[in-house]
């Protein structure tokens, strides 16, 4: 049977890899250091590990030493989990006597194989032979065979590559001798032995015996239905054992998903304590109600998990617990595909801010005799600026009349800038994109996965989470959501079709790199209720809006298909001005002064010169400005040639966007050194602090309630009804009621 048993011969069970050596920094004596600083790439110790179908191996060689290398061996042996094959090459430096040049030879896996044909791994024995070989290899008689005439000589052997062929169509099935860790392991059901005879199975049916087991046979009454389940199977009596490969064939003729898992006994040196861990080696593609879950002990054998017993059963921790969030570069880590440092932190951001004027009215419709509306917030500009390359100047939008105007100007911009910014971030992660459609273009026709366009069977995203805590609102009113959801049900009718999971990671790395965070001050509690209703209106025609996490009246978060508004005061201690934020970054422009409630209609804007100093005035603050800081804004009006008041409107409201993206972008950085994506981990303080906290401790969650208790806090849970608790005041008058409306007019 080709299986990889790391325990045949001695019976002692090495966990894991062994460390991956140093690279020594200085060259060999006899080697000049000018050559090895040209081919250093080449030369140094690296290595390749968890490739699909080949790994490699390079060590960088301090001398011919075969007992290096016979460790080296060992090394790649324990880090393997499948049968493969073995071969190695060697990097060695050639002289000409005559020409007294220096030629660098590089390993190859075509042209300089050391072995004509590779060795295949099955188990701790077949290494005995790898040994044997390379003991009898002259390294320095093979490099002289690689000549290309005898004018060259070999200098020294630079390095080696070992060259790892996986083989993952094995066969497996087979029976082994399982370690004290896995079988005292509570989640899973060994069977190793017949409860009957106490003798291992050697008949390689373990995967049916697995099965059999599944659909709830005793383990003491199992071979009847293995038997019964490997005849619907095959028909063959000389049977080897299945394949990785042929599980999804297994899937679609049983009926149900095969999840297969490798448990790992890990040590902690430190703390003298183990752990046991399971890494996922294969998980089911389709969609069937009944699921299966193995373990596959060193590509061995198979046995079935407890979680076969809960049809209920779920991979990720429990919603209550409070742990650190799974981001798309964890799920592209978990397919194989590493993003590159650099490349995890979101490069752009748009800042905005509204103006707004005071309309007065003597006599407001809405005036009572206990409350007088003094003036009405309209949108007077709104200013917007970016770090986006083609759209970092300030542009300045001025209402003509129509609030509803300006506001689609200002969402139509956002969306523009919002598209260069993905299309820029589509060109760096260009090579992300072409590792995704090499790995889908590899799956074969077993492989193909059964799932629904838009499901998705991974841990909730965080904006999920938030959604289902804290109930968004969107603005919208029962009929357009009634008709979206009738609207969204066709469409995943319709949309039911083969998907790729790696397809399904595509598209959400593509929704975040389209999200642009959009940054306004106060703008939760100000802005965006200045114009609400058209600024919602426009949303909804031109984007997809997924979810508006409000508190109160405060839009503390706003997510579109292409932007994500954000409020940077919750970023920050309650309290804190716009000045004192700019003053806080040391930024080199600050917040200036305009006449507010002398502004009370558009037509304020054509005055011809700067209004006097008494229409500074604030009501509100009960504040004026000095004669120096007027001064400034005279100064600032002949300098820029300002003829009318929008001309210095113009320049105040960009002074409220550009320094606020030199403040933002020096916070980010204060994150960024933490291993945080300010704008993308977290809308406020508290979600930032989360992550961090559980970034300094992986793999760990928070939580009140522990597995024994949580019905105790599914009953509060279910017991908290209603909403928010608001103290407040209705108006009553006697004998005045819309509540029993009959009854009063029967009176």
Known sequence: CEALDKNKESGVISIGPQPFPQDPLLPPPNLPSQLHRDHWRAIRTRQSPDNRVQDWYNYRLSSANMGQLVDDIERIFEDQSTVFKLNLSFGFVLFNNE??????????????????????????????????????????????QQRPNSKWIVMGITNVIFYVTKLRDHLIGRSVRLPKYVLENPATVSLDCDSNTSLPYEDKLCFFRCLAMHKGCHPKNLERDTHHFYEQ??????????????????????????????????????????????????????????????????????KPTRANMRSNYTSHLPWWCLHSSTTIFDLLADEGIEIPEDLKYFPYRATFDFECYFKRETEHPRNTAKLTWEAEHIPLSISVCSNVPGYDQPKCF?????????????????????????????????????????????????????????????????????????????????????????????????????????????????????????????????????????????????????????????????????????DITNYLAPGFSYEQFLKAYECSQTKCYFPYEWVDSLDKLNHCSLPPRETFHSTLSGTDITEEQYEYCQGVWDEENMTTLRDFLVWYNNLDVVPFLEAIDKMSNFWQERNIDMFKDGVSVPGLTMKYLFSNIPGTYFSLFSEKDKDMYYSMKDNNVGGPSIIFNRYHEKGKSFIRKEEMRAR
């Open 233 to 302: 199977y095959s028909e063959d009596d000389d049977f080897d054992g299945v394949t990785l490969e042929e599980l999804p064939e297994l899937e679609k003729l049983f009926e149900l998903n095969i999840y297969v898992y490798c448990l790992t006994e890990l040590h902690d040196e430190g703390e003298d304590k183990t752990s046991i861990v399971a890494q996922l080696i294969q998980r089911s593609h389709c969609r069937y109600t009944n699921s299966m879950y193995l373990n596959l002990y060193d590509s061995e054998s198979l």
């Open 99 to 144: 020409t007294q040049q220096m030629q660098y030879h590089h390993p190859s896996a075509n042209n300089n194989r050391v072995f004509d044909s590779p060795f295949q791994i099955h188990n701790r024995e077949d290494l005995v032979q790898v040994r044997e070989t390379m003991q009898n290899i002259d390294i320095h008689e093979w490099a002289r």
């Open 398 to 566: 001025v209402s003509s009349g129509s609030t509803s105007e300006i506001i689609q100007q200002f969402v139509e911009y956002l969306v523009e800038v919002s598209q260069e910014s993905y299309g820029l971030l589509l060109d760096q992660f260009s090579d992300v994109f072409r590792q995704i459609d090499e790995r889908v273009n590899e799956v074969g026709e077993n492989e193909v996965m059964e799932v629904a366009a838009g499901e998705d069977n991974e841990q909730n995203t965080e904006e999920q989470m938030i959604e289902e805590m804290v109930g968004c609102l969107m603005g919208l009113n029962d009929e357009v959501s009634e008709d979206g959801d009738e609207v969204d049900k066709d469409k995943d009718v319709e949309e039911r079709e083969v998907v790729h999971p790696l397809l399904k990671l595509q598209d959400k790395l593509s929704e975040y790199l389209q999200e642009l965070p959009i940054l306004g001050f106060n703008s939760g509690k100000y802005d965006i209720n200045a114009a609400k209703n058209p600024f919602f209106s426009h949303l909804v025609k031109h984007e997809q809006v997924k979810f508006v996490i409000k508190r109160n009246n405060n839009h503390m978060c706003l997510k579109t298909q292409h932007l994500k508004f954000l």
